[in-house]
């Protein structure tokens, strides 16, 4: 059977390989490929919708992996820790960025856990093995530890549940514990821990990645599906008004790549609200640079594996003729791959071992944005997604023992969170093309636009990495009367990262902001850049 390590790999380069026949087109039309005309055109009209946007689109990760929660989120020896041993500089950096959802405790993590070793005194705790990551794991940190962290820095929790060799017993039991007031073996047992009042935990996620190999406890569809089935089943009877996400495809480059989907929701359709799915990218070629033009334009493949996932979704639904119309849960996403491997995933049994510590330069920053976009254009059908991760483990966020900085990949996703609201807009997006291998003609301009009481935002990946693109936007309703904010994420040099030596390499950029006259505004966008601009009535 191959190794964790192998899987990743191979996923690696699948994933940069995936060929595309997106559906960008729903919202896009890349027709114009004349390259004698240079200006795209973006059609904007508040009267046409996709859906409204659910703020938790937005949300993140945080696994017991890494330094992700120890030296992380949770530091008690640290001079920068409270009371309760939280960062202060992290708490405050997540509650200014307004994350409003974030997974918990894993991952890979979740299918060996035992959530009854995480709570009670702290010292009778358990120091045990995370055979996941070949971690040793305190237990000092964990859920009510977890709901305490999540207020304080006012997100909600989405708690996995082990399905590798937990069961679907102990997930009730852990409903229980979280969301029952009192009266009961283990909302009794939280009050003894010192938590009178319960959780309402309302997002579970039944397990992580059940369909790979490296998973602790992988089985078949099928057993995974019925189990999923149970699973649901008892937590409706402790809590009905609980949302639940089975675990769908670990992504494109499984073999059991959307049959594993279709399997487990013959099982568990009828028991479940959402599906998951996870996507990593990555440039395979990054040293030489000479993909950087294909790798900017991946986010479309994952435009792809939606479509892809929901029609499986659709296809049970019909089999089944059920009213109801499942959602997917986007709960792991990112670029990644470059701590793929060696030392990067293997923690060699110690305490909060430096892992997966990705180093994001400028072009991981622009594919992030095509991202925010894909699941934007989306929102139609993705309720729930979450940026794996948050702190120290393929993350935004950096920390050590004197502070933190901010990686490029920062700056779209704390755009999308402070601008992107209201509803998602159908807009029509017309801009020349080129020619990446494995992918259908790609836009130069990737654009997605929200609406919230009269604020139009407008979110634009230029994927050109030579040249600036001229934009007209045609207001087809009523043109705005002032732009409120105009940022612009762009540089030289694409390999640019920041670290704690140089914090501000790659920073936003004030962007000019553009003028609006006869129904139409007309700017340029710089070469390889991401640019949001917000204008009010």
């Known amino acids: 059977m191959p190794s964790r390590r192998q899987f990743l790999q191979q996923a690696s380069t699948a994933a940069f390989a995936c060929c595309s026949s997106t559906r960008f087109g729903r919202l896009v039309s890349a027709q114009a490929t004349s390259t004698a005309d240079q200006t795209s055109r973006i059609l904007i009209d508040s009267r046409r919708s996709i859906s409204p946007l659910d703020r938790n689109l937005f949300g993140s990760f945080l696994e017991q992996l890494g330094r992700a929660i120890y030296e992380g989120i949770y530091d008690p020896g640290s001079k920068l820790a409270d009371s309760n041993g939280f960062r202060k500089d992290v ?15 894993g ?27 070949d971690s040793m794991n305190s237990n000092q940190f964990g859920t009510n530890e977890y709901m305490q962290w999540c207020k304080a820095v006012g997100t909600l929790p989405l708690m996995g549940l082990n399905l590798g060799t937990g069961t679907p017993e102990q997930a009730a039991a852990l409903l229980e514990y979280c969301n029952v007031e009192k009266g009961t073996q283990w909302s009794d047992l939280r009050r003894k821990h010192g938590y009178a009042e319960p959780y309402n935990v309302k997002h579970w996620c039944i397990g992580n990645e059940m369909d790979g190999p ?5 089985v078949t569809a099928t057993e995974y599906g019925m189990k ?18 089975a675990c769908g495809s670990s992504g494109p480059f499984m073999p059991t790549y959307l049959e594993w989907d279709r399997e487990v929701l013959e099982q568990c359709y009828d028991y479940v609200d959402g599906l998951s799915l996870h996507r990593y990218l990555g440039n395979t070629n990054e040293e030489t640079g000479e993909d950087s033009s294909k790798y900017v334009a991946m986010n479309l493949t994952m435009d792809r594996q939606i479509a892809e996932t929901l029609a499986v979704c659709d296809l049970v639904r019909g089999h089944k003729r059920s009213p109801k119309k499942l959602w997917l849960s986007f709960d792991e996403w990112n670029v990644w791959y470059r701590a793929r491997t060696g030392d990067a995933v293997n923690g060699h049994r110690k305490e909060a071992p430096h892992l997966l510590e990705e180093v994001y330069d400028l072009e991981d920053a622009l594919l992030v944005g095509g991202m925010l976009n894909t699941l934007m254009r989306n929102a139609d059908r993705v309720k729930i997604a979450c940026l794996a991760q948050l702190i120290n483990v393929i993350a935004p966020i950096m920390t050590n023992e004197n502070g933190l900085f901010r990686q490029t990949i920062y700056y779209p ?3 999308a969170l402070q601008y992107a609201r209201g509803r998602v807009l159908n807009v029509l997006v017309e801009s020349p093309t080129y020619d990446a291998k494995g992918l259908d003609a790609v836009p130069y301009l990737d654009a997605v636009a929200t609406n919230d009481n009269g604020r139009t935002t407008l979110f634009v990946l230029n994927r050109d990495l030579s040249k600036a693109r001229t934009v007209d936007v045609i207001w087809e309703d009523q043109p705005p009367n002032r732009v409120l904010a105009s940022q612009l994420l762009t ?9 704690f030596d140089a ?15 006869n129904g139409r505004t007309r700017f340029e966008v710089p070469a390889r850049s991401y640019t949001v601009i917000q204008w009010g009535a």
């Open 491 to 499: 540089g030289n040099d694409l390999k640019a990262v920041n670290g």
């Open 214 to 218: 490296w998973q602790i406890g992988h």
């Open 91 to 105: 708490m405050q950096e997540v509650r200014s960025l307004g994350v409003p959802i974030i997974r918990y405790p």
């Open 503 to 517: 914090p501000e390499r790659v920073k936003p950029q004030e962007f000019d902001k553009p003028t609006t006259s």
């Open 228 to 245: 999923a089935q149970d699973t649901a089943r008892q937590m409706r009877y402790v809590d009905h008004s609980v949302q639940l996400i």
């Open 107 to 133: 991952g890979n993590f979740v299918s060996g856990y035992n959530w009854l070793d995480g709570v009670g005194p702290k010292q009778d705790r358990p120091h045990v093995l995370d055979k996941a990551w």
């Open 413 to 415: 996703y704390a755009w």
